[in-house]
């Protein structure tokens, strides 16, 4: 019986014993964490028909929508944004063109930047768009406070109906880097 309890007592004391052995707690304070947080912006679905006028049967060529956005309102995003990358997808469904503009925009509705898309009729399009630490972008981005969307449509010959879309979408993916100090 001895001698079973035996490696039983040496598995206890080998244990205690790696576990205290040289450990380093310094190396808490060189940690870097690297998380991204993905923050939906804007999204909006039209018909052409909501391009119609429907008193006079004319076409609307702007349409815009906007949202305000806080997300840069603290210290981390003056301290530990590391890059941002804007992500667009326009899918048009339309036998129309379209341009559309993408406003950052302060507090005071000044314009800070203007990210602009030629959308080609019946066509998707996929667009992601870099702002990096210390550049006059990526500065625009942090000070951003209202987006505006301003759809414009490109006219034409061809008529509209009820079965055609237009649909937007962005996202903003957002890359930290939070480190220990």
Known sequence: MKLKIIPF?????????????????DQSKDIMISPVAKVAVLQF???????INSDTGEEIPVRL?????????NSIAE????HAIFKFEI?????KKFIVNYYLMDN?????????????????????????????SYDNLIKTKRIN???NLVPN???MDNTMFLHFKSALDIYLNIDNE
């Open 91 to 95: 899918d048009n469904n339309f036998n």
């Open 108 to 136: 005071e509705n000044t314009i800070l930047e203007i990210i602009p898309f030629n959308v080609d009729e019946n066509s998707s399009l996929v667009k992601n768009i870099e702002f990096i630490r210390g550049t006059t």
């Open 9 to 25: 007592y040496i598995l206890i004391i080998s244990l205690f014993n790696s576990c205290i052995g040289d450990v380093d707690f």
């Open 157 to 159: 010959a061809n008529t």
């Open 149 to 151: 969307v301003v759809v």
């Open 65 to 73: 929508d906007f949202t305000d956005i806080n997300i840069f309102n």
């Open 45 to 51: 679905n039209v018909k052409q028909t909501d391009f």
């Open 79 to 82: 301290n530990d944004i590391d």
